[in-house]
Protein backbone atom coordinates (compact mmCIF):
# COMPACT_ATOMS: atom_id res chain seq x y z
CA UNK A 1 0.00 0.00 0.00
CA UNK A 2 2.96 2.54 1.29
CA UNK A 3 4.61 1.55 -2.13
CA UNK A 4 1.10 2.31 -4.22
CA UNK A 5 1.09 5.67 -2.55
CA UNK A 6 4.79 6.77 -3.08
CA UNK A 7 4.34 5.43 -6.31
CA UNK A 8 1.70 8.22 -7.40
CA UNK A 9 2.94 11.04 -5.48
CA UNK A 10 6.44 10.58 -7.00
CA UNK A 11 4.64 9.92 -10.68
CA UNK A 12 2.02 13.25 -10.48
CA UNK A 13 5.79 14.97 -9.24
CA UNK A 14 7.47 14.23 -12.18
CA UNK A 15 4.56 14.76 -14.95
CA UNK A 16 4.12 18.46 -13.40
CA UNK A 17 7.98 18.85 -14.07
CA UNK A 18 7.87 17.59 -17.28
CA UNK A 19 4.78 20.12 -18.66
CA UNK A 20 5.44 23.14 -17.15
CA UNK A 21 3.98 25.52 -19.56
CA UNK A 22 0.58 23.37 -19.89
CA UNK A 23 0.85 23.60 -16.01
CA UNK A 24 1.29 27.01 -15.58
CA UNK A 25 -1.56 28.05 -18.57
CA UNK A 26 -4.52 25.48 -16.42
CA UNK A 27 -3.09 26.67 -13.11
CA UNK A 28 -3.77 30.11 -14.23
CA UNK A 29 -6.91 29.29 -15.72
CA UNK A 30 -8.07 27.99 -13.02
CA UNK A 31 -7.36 30.78 -11.09
CA UNK A 32 -8.58 33.28 -13.00
CA UNK A 33 -11.84 31.50 -12.99
CA UNK A 34 -12.56 31.08 -9.79
CA UNK A 35 -11.45 34.67 -8.59
CA UNK A 36 -14.26 35.70 -10.55
CA UNK A 37 -16.75 32.75 -8.90
CA UNK A 38 -15.45 34.21 -5.42
CA UNK A 39 -15.73 37.80 -7.01
CA UNK A 40 -19.64 36.84 -7.88
CA UNK A 41 -20.21 35.75 -4.47
CA UNK A 42 -18.58 39.03 -2.49
CA UNK A 43 -20.23 41.52 -4.86
CA UNK A 44 -23.22 39.42 -4.56
CA UNK A 45 -23.19 39.56 -0.47
CA UNK A 46 -22.11 43.43 -1.05
CA UNK A 47 -25.37 44.40 -2.89
CA UNK A 48 -27.33 42.08 -0.34
CA UNK A 49 -25.69 44.05 2.63
CA UNK A 50 -26.58 47.40 1.07
CA UNK A 51 -30.37 46.17 0.02
CA UNK A 52 -30.83 44.69 3.29
CA UNK A 53 -29.80 48.13 5.06
CA UNK A 54 -31.92 50.40 2.82
CA UNK A 55 -34.85 48.23 3.09
CA UNK A 56 -34.81 49.50 7.08
CA UNK A 57 -33.72 53.00 6.14
CA UNK A 58 -35.10 55.83 3.95
CA UNK A 59 -37.82 54.76 2.32
CA UNK A 60 -39.65 57.90 1.34
CA UNK A 61 -37.71 61.48 0.39
CA UNK A 62 -39.63 64.51 0.25
CA UNK A 63 -37.40 67.33 -1.94
CA UNK A 64 -37.82 70.69 -0.90
CA UNK A 65 -38.10 73.48 -3.64
CA UNK A 66 -34.37 75.88 -3.07
CA UNK A 67 -36.55 79.17 -2.78
CA UNK A 68 -38.96 77.89 -0.32
CA UNK A 69 -39.84 79.85 2.63
CA UNK A 70 -39.21 79.14 6.39
CA UNK A 71 -42.86 78.74 6.89
CA UNK A 72 -43.09 76.55 3.94
CA UNK A 73 -40.85 74.59 5.42
CA UNK A 74 -42.70 74.51 8.35
CA UNK A 75 -45.49 73.59 7.38
CA UNK A 76 -44.27 70.56 5.32
CA UNK A 77 -42.81 68.88 8.35
CA UNK A 78 -46.13 69.28 9.99
CA UNK A 79 -47.72 67.61 7.11
CA UNK A 80 -45.36 65.45 7.39
CA UNK A 81 -45.21 64.25 11.47
CA UNK A 82 -49.54 64.29 11.05
CA UNK A 83 -48.99 60.94 10.09
CA UNK A 84 -47.63 59.37 13.11
CA UNK A 85 -49.51 55.34 11.95
CA UNK A 86 -47.77 56.10 8.32
CA UNK A 87 -44.15 57.20 9.23
CA UNK A 88 -42.10 56.83 12.27
CA UNK A 89 -41.85 60.39 13.59
CA UNK A 90 -39.17 60.20 15.77
CA UNK A 91 -37.02 59.38 12.70
CA UNK A 92 -37.59 62.20 10.27
CA UNK A 93 -34.62 63.72 9.06
CA UNK A 94 -34.61 67.34 7.52
CA UNK A 95 -30.78 67.95 5.62
CA UNK A 96 -30.90 71.84 5.07
CA UNK A 97 -29.40 72.74 1.41
CA UNK A 98 -25.91 72.90 2.74
CA UNK A 99 -26.39 69.79 4.19
CA UNK A 100 -28.01 68.07 0.83
CA UNK A 101 -24.95 69.92 -1.22
CA UNK A 102 -22.47 67.79 1.46
CA UNK A 103 -24.33 64.25 0.13
CA UNK A 104 -24.39 65.32 -3.20
CA UNK A 105 -20.26 65.61 -2.99
CA UNK A 106 -20.86 62.22 -2.22
CA UNK A 107 -23.69 60.50 -3.91
CA UNK A 108 -22.34 62.03 -7.32
CA UNK A 109 -18.84 61.95 -6.88
CA UNK A 110 -18.59 59.78 -10.08
CA UNK A 111 -20.70 62.09 -12.17
CA UNK A 112 -18.51 65.64 -12.12
CA UNK A 113 -20.92 66.46 -14.70
CA UNK A 114 -24.05 66.79 -12.52
CA UNK A 115 -21.81 67.91 -9.58
CA UNK A 116 -20.89 71.29 -11.03
CA UNK A 117 -24.53 72.17 -11.98
CA UNK A 118 -25.13 72.34 -7.73
CA UNK A 119 -24.59 74.99 -5.46
CA UNK A 120 -25.63 75.26 -2.05
CA UNK A 121 -27.79 77.74 -3.31
CA UNK A 122 -29.73 75.68 -5.84
CA UNK A 123 -29.56 71.78 -4.42
CA UNK A 124 -33.11 71.37 -2.54
CA UNK A 125 -33.12 70.67 0.74
CA UNK A 126 -34.97 67.71 1.56
CA UNK A 127 -37.17 65.59 4.73
CA UNK A 128 -36.10 61.92 4.68
CA UNK A 129 -38.88 59.98 6.04
CA UNK A 130 -39.37 56.41 7.40
CA UNK A 131 -42.66 54.62 6.78
CA UNK A 132 -43.54 52.29 9.94
CA UNK A 133 -46.45 50.69 7.50
CA UNK A 134 -45.42 47.71 5.26
CA UNK A 135 -48.14 48.74 2.87
CA UNK A 136 -46.05 50.31 -0.13
CA UNK A 137 -49.62 51.57 -1.29
CA UNK A 138 -50.51 53.48 1.66
CA UNK A 139 -46.92 55.28 1.75
CA UNK A 140 -47.00 56.26 -1.69
CA UNK A 141 -50.39 57.45 -1.20
CA UNK A 142 -49.55 60.06 1.09
CA UNK A 143 -46.05 60.53 -1.33
CA UNK A 144 -48.78 61.50 -3.76
CA UNK A 145 -50.40 64.15 -1.25
CA UNK A 146 -47.05 65.66 -0.19
CA UNK A 147 -46.89 66.75 -3.72
CA UNK A 148 -49.77 69.10 -3.99
CA UNK A 149 -48.04 70.87 -0.64
CA UNK A 150 -46.41 74.49 -1.97
CA UNK A 151 -43.01 74.02 -1.49
CA UNK A 152 -42.47 70.85 -2.36
CA UNK A 153 -40.56 70.03 -5.57
CA UNK A 154 -40.44 66.20 -5.53
CA UNK A 155 -41.17 63.13 -3.80
CA UNK A 156 -39.19 60.29 -4.39
CA UNK A 157 -39.67 56.74 -2.92
CA UNK A 158 -36.64 54.51 -2.22
CA UNK A 159 -39.12 51.52 -3.14
CA UNK A 160 -37.77 53.23 -6.79
CA UNK A 161 -34.52 53.65 -6.45
CA UNK A 162 -34.17 49.74 -4.59
CA UNK A 163 -35.90 48.37 -7.18
CA UNK A 164 -33.20 49.79 -9.49
CA UNK A 165 -30.61 48.59 -7.58
CA UNK A 166 -32.48 44.79 -7.31
CA UNK A 167 -32.40 45.04 -11.04
CA UNK A 168 -28.83 45.86 -11.59
CA UNK A 169 -27.40 43.04 -8.91
CA UNK A 170 -29.57 40.44 -10.51
CA UNK A 171 -28.01 41.39 -13.64
CA UNK A 172 -24.73 41.62 -12.33
CA UNK A 173 -25.42 38.46 -10.71
CA UNK A 174 -26.40 36.49 -13.94
CA UNK A 175 -23.62 37.68 -15.87
CA UNK A 176 -20.74 37.27 -13.58
CA UNK A 177 -21.98 33.73 -12.84
CA UNK A 178 -22.50 33.24 -16.25
CA UNK A 179 -18.76 34.45 -16.70
CA UNK A 180 -17.37 32.41 -13.96
CA UNK A 181 -19.09 29.12 -15.44
CA UNK A 182 -17.68 29.77 -18.96
CA UNK A 183 -14.41 30.05 -17.76
CA UNK A 184 -14.44 27.14 -15.10
CA UNK A 185 -15.34 25.14 -18.12
CA UNK A 186 -12.03 26.41 -19.91
CA UNK A 187 -10.31 25.88 -16.96
CA UNK A 188 -11.84 21.85 -16.82
CA UNK A 189 -10.86 21.75 -20.36
CA UNK A 190 -7.71 23.04 -20.03
CA UNK A 191 -6.73 20.87 -17.12
CA UNK A 192 -8.43 17.77 -19.64
CA UNK A 193 -5.48 18.66 -21.95
CA UNK A 194 -2.48 18.95 -19.73
CA UNK A 195 -3.57 15.38 -18.58
CA UNK A 196 -4.01 14.08 -22.53
CA UNK A 197 -0.99 15.45 -23.24
CA UNK A 198 0.84 13.97 -20.07
CA UNK A 199 -0.96 10.70 -21.00
CA UNK A 200 0.45 10.77 -24.43
CA UNK A 201 3.66 11.60 -23.44
CA UNK A 202 4.00 8.96 -21.24
CA UNK A 203 1.80 6.39 -23.66
CA UNK A 204 4.57 3.79 -23.82
CA UNK A 205 5.13 3.38 -20.29
CA UNK A 206 0.99 3.08 -19.81
CA UNK A 207 0.90 0.45 -22.81
CA UNK A 208 3.73 -1.45 -20.64
CA UNK A 209 1.82 -0.90 -17.43
CA UNK A 210 -1.42 -2.55 -19.01
CA UNK A 211 0.79 -5.60 -20.54
CA UNK A 212 2.43 -6.32 -16.43
CA UNK A 213 -1.27 -6.15 -15.55
CA UNK A 214 -1.66 -2.95 -13.51
CA UNK A 215 -4.90 -1.90 -12.93
CA UNK A 216 -6.54 0.81 -14.64
CA UNK A 217 -6.79 3.04 -11.47
CA UNK A 218 -3.43 2.36 -10.73
CA UNK A 219 -2.53 4.26 -13.49
CA UNK A 220 -4.86 6.58 -13.61
CA UNK A 221 -4.24 7.92 -10.20
CA UNK A 222 -1.01 9.62 -10.57
CA UNK A 223 -2.76 11.14 -13.45
CA UNK A 224 -5.69 12.55 -11.99
CA UNK A 225 -4.10 13.50 -9.06
CA UNK A 226 -2.12 15.89 -11.11
CA UNK A 227 -5.27 17.45 -12.26
CA UNK A 228 -6.42 17.92 -8.72
CA UNK A 229 -3.75 19.64 -7.99
CA UNK A 230 -3.96 21.79 -10.54
CA UNK A 231 -7.37 22.77 -10.15
CA UNK A 232 -6.04 22.89 -6.46
CA UNK A 233 -3.56 25.25 -6.84
CA UNK A 234 -5.14 27.85 -8.87
CA UNK A 235 -7.71 28.03 -5.86
CA UNK A 236 -5.45 28.51 -3.52
CA UNK A 237 -3.71 31.51 -6.22
CA UNK A 238 -7.98 32.79 -6.59
CA UNK A 239 -7.87 32.84 -2.74
CA UNK A 240 -4.94 35.69 -2.44
CA UNK A 241 -6.21 37.43 -5.52
CA UNK A 242 -9.65 37.62 -3.74
CA UNK A 243 -8.01 38.59 -0.04
CA UNK A 244 -6.16 41.43 -1.84
CA UNK A 245 -9.28 42.71 -3.83
CA UNK A 246 -11.23 42.10 -0.90
CA UNK A 247 -9.10 43.92 1.09
CA UNK A 248 -8.55 46.93 -1.41
CA UNK A 249 -12.39 47.27 -1.61
CA UNK A 250 -12.76 47.62 2.08
CA UNK A 251 -10.60 50.29 2.31
CA UNK A 252 -12.51 52.13 -0.19
CA UNK A 253 -15.60 51.54 0.70
CA UNK A 254 -14.61 52.59 4.32
CA UNK A 255 -14.12 56.35 3.38
CA UNK A 256 -18.49 56.36 2.74
CA UNK A 257 -18.22 55.51 6.57
CA UNK A 258 -21.21 57.94 6.88
CA UNK A 259 -23.31 56.66 4.18
CA UNK A 260 -25.58 53.57 3.12
CA UNK A 261 -22.69 53.11 0.95
CA UNK A 262 -20.21 50.92 3.72
CA UNK A 263 -22.82 48.43 4.22
CA UNK A 264 -21.06 46.95 0.72
CA UNK A 265 -18.12 46.03 2.62
CA UNK A 266 -17.85 41.92 3.38
CA UNK A 267 -17.42 40.39 6.39
CA UNK A 268 -14.19 38.85 6.54
CA UNK A 269 -15.70 35.50 8.04
CA UNK A 270 -17.75 36.02 4.86
CA UNK A 271 -14.96 35.84 2.80
CA UNK A 272 -13.32 33.15 4.58
CA UNK A 273 -16.18 30.88 3.70
CA UNK A 274 -15.87 31.52 -0.23
CA UNK A 275 -12.02 30.90 -0.15
CA UNK A 276 -12.85 27.89 1.53
CA UNK A 277 -15.99 26.98 -1.38
CA UNK A 278 -13.30 28.16 -4.31
CA UNK A 279 -10.74 25.41 -3.10
CA UNK A 280 -13.32 23.18 -3.02
CA UNK A 281 -14.65 23.85 -6.39
CA UNK A 282 -11.20 24.53 -7.71
CA UNK A 283 -10.09 20.46 -6.16
CA UNK A 284 -13.05 19.35 -8.10
CA UNK A 285 -13.42 21.36 -11.47
CA UNK A 286 -9.39 19.80 -11.63
CA UNK A 287 -10.32 16.28 -10.45
CA UNK A 288 -13.25 16.26 -12.94
CA UNK A 289 -11.29 17.52 -15.97
CA UNK A 290 -8.62 14.92 -15.15
CA UNK A 291 -10.77 12.20 -14.36
CA UNK A 292 -12.68 12.54 -18.11
CA UNK A 293 -8.83 11.94 -19.67
CA UNK A 294 -7.49 10.04 -17.62
CA UNK A 295 -10.51 7.29 -18.58
CA UNK A 296 -10.85 8.71 -22.04
CA UNK A 297 -7.53 8.03 -22.98
CA UNK A 298 -6.28 5.06 -21.36
CA UNK A 299 -6.58 2.96 -24.40
CA UNK A 300 -2.99 4.42 -25.94
CA UNK B 1 -2.89 -24.10 -20.28
CA UNK B 2 -4.23 -22.48 -23.14
CA UNK B 3 -7.12 -23.57 -25.46
CA UNK B 4 -8.40 -21.73 -28.72
CA UNK B 5 -12.30 -23.07 -29.47
CA UNK B 6 -13.20 -22.00 -33.19
CA UNK B 7 -11.68 -18.55 -32.74
CA UNK B 8 -12.10 -15.84 -35.82
CA UNK B 9 -11.58 -12.67 -35.70
CA UNK B 10 -11.63 -9.93 -38.37
CA UNK B 11 -9.83 -6.15 -38.20
CA UNK B 12 -12.24 -5.15 -40.66
CA UNK B 13 -15.20 -6.62 -42.87
CA UNK B 14 -12.95 -7.06 -45.64
CA UNK B 15 -9.91 -8.75 -43.77
CA UNK B 16 -10.65 -11.71 -41.67
CA UNK B 17 -7.32 -12.17 -39.64
CA UNK B 18 -7.99 -15.57 -37.70
CA UNK B 19 -10.62 -17.91 -39.03
CA UNK B 20 -11.94 -20.65 -37.17
CA UNK B 21 -8.90 -22.06 -35.53
CA UNK B 22 -8.98 -24.12 -32.97
CA UNK B 23 -5.20 -25.60 -30.45
CA UNK B 24 -4.70 -26.52 -27.49
CA UNK B 25 -1.00 -25.60 -25.63
CA UNK B 26 -0.27 -27.73 -22.36
CA UNK B 27 1.09 -26.75 -19.63
CA UNK B 28 5.26 -26.27 -20.00
CA UNK B 29 5.10 -26.61 -23.78
CA UNK B 30 6.86 -24.54 -25.83
CA UNK B 31 4.98 -23.62 -28.83
CA UNK B 32 6.62 -22.17 -32.55
CA UNK B 33 3.90 -20.06 -34.26
CA UNK B 34 4.88 -19.71 -38.16
CA UNK B 35 3.82 -18.02 -41.11
CA UNK B 36 4.44 -14.79 -43.41
CA UNK B 37 3.45 -11.59 -42.05
CA UNK B 38 -0.16 -11.09 -41.71
CA UNK B 39 -1.06 -14.69 -41.72
CA UNK B 40 -2.58 -14.38 -38.35
CA UNK B 41 0.27 -14.82 -35.57
CA UNK B 42 0.16 -11.81 -33.69
CA UNK B 43 -3.15 -12.03 -33.68
CA UNK B 44 -3.01 -14.98 -31.82
CA UNK B 45 -1.13 -13.60 -29.40
CA UNK B 46 -3.23 -10.58 -28.71
CA UNK B 47 -6.01 -12.47 -28.18
CA UNK B 48 -4.27 -14.39 -25.74
CA UNK B 49 -3.71 -11.50 -23.37
CA UNK B 50 -7.17 -10.04 -24.13
CA UNK B 51 -5.28 -7.11 -26.28
CA UNK B 52 -7.77 -8.50 -28.75
CA UNK B 53 -11.19 -10.21 -28.90
CA UNK B 54 -12.59 -12.56 -30.89
CA UNK B 55 -16.20 -12.57 -32.97
CA UNK B 56 -16.73 -16.11 -32.63
CA UNK B 57 -15.04 -18.72 -30.15
CA UNK B 58 -13.67 -18.99 -27.21
CA UNK B 59 -10.14 -18.64 -25.51
CA UNK B 60 -9.81 -19.99 -22.38
CA UNK B 61 -6.27 -19.30 -20.45
CA UNK B 62 -5.11 -21.41 -17.29
CA UNK B 63 -8.98 -22.28 -16.54
CA UNK B 64 -10.68 -19.65 -17.87
CA UNK B 65 -12.86 -18.31 -20.21
CA UNK B 66 -10.74 -14.88 -21.19
CA UNK B 67 -13.68 -12.86 -23.03
CA UNK B 68 -16.68 -13.53 -20.54
CA UNK B 69 -14.17 -12.32 -17.43
CA UNK B 70 -15.02 -8.29 -16.62
CA UNK B 71 -12.64 -6.18 -17.84
CA UNK B 72 -11.48 -5.26 -14.00
CA UNK B 73 -9.93 -9.08 -14.03
CA UNK B 74 -8.21 -8.10 -17.01
CA UNK B 75 -4.69 -7.02 -14.87
CA UNK B 76 -5.02 -10.02 -12.89
CA UNK B 77 -5.09 -12.14 -16.42
CA UNK B 78 -2.19 -10.39 -17.15
CA UNK B 79 -0.27 -10.88 -14.37
CA UNK B 80 -0.01 -14.38 -15.38
CA UNK B 81 1.44 -14.05 -18.61
CA UNK B 82 4.66 -12.25 -19.72
CA UNK B 83 5.35 -10.54 -23.11
CA UNK B 84 8.50 -9.80 -25.48
CA UNK B 85 8.44 -7.85 -28.91
CA UNK B 86 10.13 -7.83 -31.85
CA UNK B 87 10.50 -4.04 -30.96
CA UNK B 88 11.54 -4.69 -26.98
CA UNK B 89 9.15 -1.87 -25.68
CA UNK B 90 11.63 -0.78 -23.18
CA UNK B 91 11.51 2.52 -21.31
CA UNK B 92 14.06 4.53 -22.44
CA UNK B 93 14.51 7.17 -19.45
CA UNK B 94 15.09 4.07 -16.92
CA UNK B 95 17.70 2.18 -16.53
CA UNK B 96 17.23 -1.87 -16.56
CA UNK B 97 17.31 -2.19 -13.13
CA UNK B 98 14.07 0.50 -13.23
CA UNK B 99 12.74 -0.84 -16.07
CA UNK B 100 12.40 -4.79 -14.54
CA UNK B 101 11.42 -2.83 -11.44
CA UNK B 102 8.48 -1.07 -12.99
CA UNK B 103 7.03 -4.46 -13.45
CA UNK B 104 7.16 -5.47 -10.18
CA UNK B 105 6.37 -1.85 -9.51
CA UNK B 106 3.20 -1.31 -11.00
CA UNK B 107 1.15 -4.26 -9.57
CA UNK B 108 2.18 -2.92 -6.36
CA UNK B 109 4.79 -5.24 -5.05
CA UNK B 110 6.70 -4.01 -1.99
CA UNK B 111 10.19 -2.79 -2.36
CA UNK B 112 11.90 -5.69 -0.20
CA UNK B 113 10.44 -7.78 -2.87
CA UNK B 114 11.33 -5.93 -5.75
CA UNK B 115 15.22 -5.89 -4.37
CA UNK B 116 15.19 -9.61 -4.12
CA UNK B 117 13.47 -10.59 -7.36
CA UNK B 118 15.08 -8.31 -9.57
CA UNK B 119 18.34 -8.98 -9.17
CA UNK B 120 17.60 -12.59 -9.48
CA UNK B 121 16.43 -12.30 -12.84
CA UNK B 122 19.06 -10.29 -14.03
CA UNK B 123 20.88 -12.76 -12.63
CA UNK B 124 19.26 -15.71 -15.28
CA UNK B 125 19.05 -13.38 -18.14
CA UNK B 126 23.24 -12.86 -17.76
CA UNK B 127 22.63 -8.88 -17.08
CA UNK B 128 23.74 -8.53 -13.37
CA UNK B 129 26.94 -6.40 -14.18
CA UNK B 130 24.87 -4.22 -16.59
CA UNK B 131 22.03 -3.17 -14.41
CA UNK B 132 22.74 0.70 -14.17
CA UNK B 133 22.47 1.24 -18.26
CA UNK B 134 20.04 2.81 -20.34
CA UNK B 135 18.71 0.98 -23.03
CA UNK B 136 20.42 2.71 -25.79
CA UNK B 137 23.76 2.12 -23.92
CA UNK B 138 22.97 -1.53 -24.79
CA UNK B 139 23.27 -3.83 -27.89
CA UNK B 140 20.02 -5.49 -29.48
CA UNK B 141 20.34 -9.18 -27.41
CA UNK B 142 21.05 -6.89 -24.69
CA UNK B 143 17.83 -4.89 -24.83
CA UNK B 144 15.96 -8.23 -25.38
CA UNK B 145 17.05 -10.02 -22.72
CA UNK B 146 16.24 -6.93 -20.25
CA UNK B 147 12.45 -7.52 -21.94
CA UNK B 148 12.66 -10.67 -21.18
CA UNK B 149 13.60 -10.29 -17.28
CA UNK B 150 10.78 -7.76 -17.39
CA UNK B 151 8.64 -10.10 -18.26
CA UNK B 152 10.04 -12.96 -16.62
CA UNK B 153 10.44 -11.16 -12.89
CA UNK B 154 6.89 -11.81 -11.64
CA UNK B 155 7.21 -15.40 -12.47
CA UNK B 156 4.26 -16.30 -15.04
CA UNK B 157 2.48 -19.03 -15.79
CA UNK B 158 2.99 -18.05 -19.61
CA UNK B 159 5.67 -16.48 -21.90
CA UNK B 160 4.31 -15.03 -25.18
CA UNK B 161 7.00 -13.60 -27.63
CA UNK B 162 5.81 -12.06 -30.31
CA UNK B 163 9.12 -12.12 -33.30
CA UNK B 164 11.94 -12.16 -30.29
CA UNK B 165 14.73 -12.43 -32.59
CA UNK B 166 13.41 -10.05 -35.33
CA UNK B 167 15.67 -7.39 -34.86
CA UNK B 168 18.60 -9.54 -33.98
CA UNK B 169 21.72 -11.03 -36.39
CA UNK B 170 21.30 -15.21 -35.82
CA UNK B 171 24.11 -15.81 -33.04
CA UNK B 172 22.40 -13.34 -30.49
CA UNK B 173 18.85 -14.79 -31.55
CA UNK B 174 20.11 -18.40 -31.11
CA UNK B 175 21.37 -16.82 -27.48
CA UNK B 176 18.14 -15.74 -26.67
CA UNK B 177 16.32 -18.72 -27.80
CA UNK B 178 18.56 -20.80 -25.36
CA UNK B 179 17.80 -18.72 -22.24
CA UNK B 180 13.62 -18.90 -23.87
CA UNK B 181 14.48 -22.68 -23.63
CA UNK B 182 15.90 -22.33 -20.14
CA UNK B 183 12.85 -20.69 -19.21
CA UNK B 184 10.62 -22.87 -20.65
CA UNK B 185 12.41 -25.63 -18.43
CA UNK B 186 11.45 -24.02 -15.58
CA UNK B 187 7.43 -25.06 -16.35
CA UNK B 188 6.63 -22.10 -18.29
CA UNK B 189 4.37 -22.11 -21.25
CA UNK B 190 5.56 -20.06 -24.22
CA UNK B 191 4.43 -19.58 -27.39
CA UNK B 192 6.54 -17.81 -29.77
CA UNK B 193 5.21 -16.34 -33.08
CA UNK B 194 8.11 -15.90 -35.57
CA UNK B 195 9.20 -16.20 -39.18
CA UNK B 196 13.13 -17.28 -38.59
CA UNK B 197 13.47 -20.30 -40.64
CA UNK B 198 16.93 -21.23 -38.70
CA UNK B 199 15.49 -21.31 -35.35
CA UNK B 200 12.23 -22.95 -35.44
CA UNK B 201 14.36 -25.46 -37.28
CA UNK B 202 17.10 -26.05 -34.50
CA UNK B 203 14.73 -26.15 -31.57
CA UNK B 204 12.43 -29.19 -32.97
CA UNK B 205 9.43 -27.92 -30.92
CA UNK B 206 5.96 -27.94 -31.85
CA UNK B 207 5.11 -25.49 -34.92
CA UNK B 208 1.27 -24.65 -35.73
CA UNK B 209 1.56 -23.29 -39.25
CA UNK B 210 -1.00 -20.09 -40.20
CA UNK B 211 -1.78 -19.43 -43.82
CA UNK B 212 -4.24 -16.39 -44.29
CA UNK B 213 -5.87 -16.84 -40.67
CA UNK B 214 -6.12 -20.52 -41.47
CA UNK B 215 -4.43 -23.44 -39.16
CA UNK B 216 -2.64 -25.29 -42.19
CA UNK B 217 -0.55 -27.06 -39.83
CA UNK B 218 0.23 -28.27 -36.30
CA UNK B 219 3.12 -30.62 -35.99
CA UNK B 220 5.02 -31.93 -32.74
CA UNK B 221 8.63 -31.71 -32.89
CA UNK B 222 8.36 -29.96 -36.43
CA UNK B 223 10.29 -27.76 -38.54
CA UNK B 224 9.78 -24.47 -40.70
CA UNK B 225 8.03 -25.79 -43.74
Not at chain 1, 38 to 62: C, H, M, P, Y
Not at chain 2, 168 to 175: I, S
Request: one cysteine or more.
Amino acid sequence: MLARISYAFRETWASFKRNVTLTAAAVVTSAVSLLLVGSTFLIQRAFDNLLTRWKGDVELIVYVRSDASPEQIAFIQEAIESQPTIIDVSKVRYLNQAESYAEAQKLFAGDPGTLRLLTPENIPSQFKVVPISDDSNLIRELGESFRGVEGVREVAYAQDVFDVVSRVSQFIRVSTTVMSVVLLLVAIGLIWNTIRTAMFARRREIEVMKLVGATNWFIRIPFMLEGLLQGLIGGVLSCAGLWGLNTAWSNAVTEFNDTELAALVVSDGYARWVMVTLLVIGAVAGAIGSGIAASRFLDV
Amino acid sequence: MIRLESVTKSYNPEVTALRDASFEVAKGEFVFLVGPSGSGKSTILRLMNRQEQPEKGEVWVAGKDINSMPDSNIPFLRRKIGNIFQDYKLLLNKTVFENVAFALEVIGRPKHVIGQQVPAVLDLVGLSDKEDRFPHQLSGGEQQRVSIARAFVNRPLILLADEPTGNLDPATGEGIMRLLDRINGTGTTVVMATHDQRIVNQMRKRVVQLDRGVIVRDQERGVYD
